[in-house]
């Protein structure tokens, strides 16, 4: 599966990742998540960056708690920590379609248990894998349509690539993605003029 995060993946930036705060580097990957728009974002940062950083966590959970917001740190490797960032209430929704449910089913979730034991083995096989389960798409909002066709084509005939590879409807993909960047640069600038993370979503909540 695909993970893209507009220009860079969700482990590398490149040059550009060098000179990124901790803040700047969760707003850039995860905003979208953060304000609701999304129902989840998956990436990683630098192992020494995250242990300068990570006290903010506790804070930030505590402010988005009641939104039903969670940043998760899931796994250490090659001096990188994996992060799950997740709307809870969005992942309701989504799980509420039946072929979303039957499509989980289909790769060995009990989601009759509920949405604690569905993230459970997701985190599971997310912090145990070497790569990235395909599912793993669904929880970040891709269409159903475009992760099912990845994982049939191996990633190959696709109409439009962008955050992900589109295989249905690209207009409202393209909407979508759109979306995903405004949210993303109207968060990062205002981290820019003096924002914290979180008063920043709530500003971006405010305007949307």
């Known amino acids: 599966m695909q993970f893209l995060f507009y220009s860079g993946s969700p482990s590398y930036f490149g040059s550009e990742e060098a000179v990124m705060s901790f803040d700047q580097l969760v707003m850039r990957c995860a905003a979208p998540a953060l304000c609701g728009i999304k129902s989840a974002s998956l990436f990683s940062m630098r192992l020494d960056l995250y242990g300068r950083e990570c006290g903010k966590l506790a804070e930030w959970n505590s402010c988005f708690a009641s939104q039903g917001i969670f940043i998760v740190p899931l796994k250490q490797k090659d001096s990188r920590v994996l992060f799950f960032v997740y709307n809870r209430r969005s992942l309701e929704t989504l799980f509420a379609d039946e072929a979303v449910r039957l499509y989980l089913e289909g790769k060995g979730y009990r989601t009759s248990d509920g ?21 793993v798409g669904v929880f970040l909002g891709y269409p159903l349509e475009d992760v099912c066709a990845f994982e049939r084509t191996s990633g190959t005939g696709f109409k ?49």
Not at 168 to 187: L, N, P, T
């Open 115 to 135: 949405l604690d034991a569905v993230l459970a083995e997701l985190f599971l096989r997310l912090a145990s894998c070497d790569s990235f389960p395909h599912e």
């Open 160 to 208: 439009y690539s962008g955050c992900w590879k589109v295989y249905g409807d690209i207009d409202s993909a393209v909407r979508r993605m759109d979306m995903y960047k405004r949210c993303s640069a109207f968060c990062t600038g205002l981290l820019a003029c003096g924002c914290s993370v979180p008063v920043a979503v709530q500003r971006y909540r405010r305007a949307n």
